[in-house]
């Protein structure tokens, strides 16, 4: 599993397995076998308020450090997994610094907000 996965995962919850809906045995007539698209509502994950729920949250501060981001919901938060947590989003050339580390944290929040999370609008680009 990526990184970006593992914290996706943390904040947002490990999804329920889908259970598989019975097949519908047709009926001869067209309108009653056409299929029906359901359009379910994406679940809006609050960002800020689940990371701050977290135990040690207060201790740590996850809003502007990308190191305490990932020691609070338990992944690895060394160079190696920060740089290739940089690579899975396109940057080859990150080296740890403080430059680095800052874009590096907006950019999780700017995907987690693309997934499906409600980020408050200072932690994003």
Do not use: C
């Not at 519908?24 to 067209?30: D, L, R, S």
């Not at 160079?79 to 590096?104: P, Q, T, V």
């Amino acid at each position: 599993m990526s990184i970006f996965g593992k914290i996706k995962d943390a904040i947002f919850g490990k999804k329920a397995q889908a259970q598989e809906a019975p097949t519908p045995q047709p009926t001869g007539n067209a309108w009653a076998d056409a299929p029906v698209v359901e359009q379910k509502a994406v679940p809006v994950i609050d960002i800020e308020s689940n990371l701050d729920a977290m135990p040690g949250a207060d201790k740590l501060n996850w809003r502007t450090s990308i190191v305490d981001l990932m020691k609070l919901i338990g992944v690895d938060s060394d160079y190696a997994h920060r740089k290739e947590l940089a690579i899975e989003f396109g940057r080859e050339d990150y080296s740890g610094s403080a430059e680095d580390n800052i874009w590096l944290h907006r950019r999780v929040m700017n995907e987690l907000a693309a997934n499906g999370g409600k980020v408050p609008a200072e932690f994003l680009d």
